[in-house]
Structure formats: structure tokens, C-alpha cells
């Protein structure tokens, strides 16, 4: 069976992708972004595809995971504002209010402290730090926890900093 021209494909199934895009984001721009990227991937899948699957099915699988992808994107986007809060200086120093949070970091015994900065600041997996600090994931999510609780009970909460 041979496969149908790819512009005759948009042409049939295009209104339907877009009804999926819309009704994960709404009538928006990052819409027709989501119907646009999805048959982009399409395109580059359609050649290799099987004669015998549902194509509309397929393209609305892909739509789904492109709207979804866009619905992530817009989370990590920052936020415009006029205003920048910012929060004044003991003594002149940049950060100083923080040093607190400093003392009680620096009270953690290292390995504790290197996991939590690898993990958390960094963002690395525990996987990760695990091959940068030696041993295994599991040694490094029990620092990092270890080390977590050790600060909650530490640093001190509330305005008073």
C-alpha cells in the first residue's frame, strides 16, 4: 500500500491536531506552535511509518505530547516585571542577610554539604554526584536528606534571619 502525499495528510488531519492543541492550551499562539512542531515531527517520522496505522491517531499522539511540551515551556519562562524586589543590606554588603544560612551550611559535615550544593544549586542527579563525590546514588540522596534535615532543624525560620 503506498502512503499518501504528506500535504494531503496535513490537509485532512490538520483541523483535528489543532482541536487537540487548543484544547490543551487554549486558543493561543503556543497553540498553533504545538500544531506547527507536530507536524514537523510528522514529517520527518511519516516516510518510515507503517501502511497499516491509524495516521490520525498517531498525529493526535504527537499533538498531545507537543502541546504538553509547550504547556512545560511556559512554567520555566520567567515573568516579566517592573519592579524588582530587593532586599536592603545590613552593612553595605551584597548578600550579607544570608549569612546565617552560610554558618549553618558550613556546619554540615562535607560530604553533606557537597551533595546538597551538587543536588540542589547545581541540579545535578544523584547519579552524578555519586561519580563526583564517590559512591553510590543512593549514599548521595541519603547525604543530601541527611543534610536537608540537619538544616531545617538549624537554620532559623521566619523574618528574623
Known sequence: MRQHPFEKIVAEHGPTVLRV??????????????W???????????PALRADINVEAWLVTIAHRKAV????????RAIPTDNLPE???????????????WNALHALPVKQRQTIAYHYLAGLPYAEVAQILGG??????????????????????????
Open 69 to 76: 511540551d509547550q504547556l512545560r515551556a511556559e512554567t520555566r
Open 21 to 34: 492543541c487548543r484544547a490543551v492550551l487554549g486558543p493561543t499562539a503556543a497553540a498553533e506552535d504545538a
Open 87 to 101: 532586599r536592603p543590606a545590613t552593612d553595605g554588603l551584597p548578600g550579607d542577610g544570608e549569612s546565617q544560612l
Open 136 to 161: 553510590s546514588p543512593q549514599a548521595a540522596r541519603r547525604a543530601a536528606a541527611d543534610g536537608i534535615a540537619t538544616l531545617r532543624k538549624t537554620y532559623p525560620k521566619g523574618e528574623d534571619r
Open 36 to 46: 506547527s512542531e507536530t507536524f514537523l515531527s510528522a514529517m520527518q517520522a511519516y
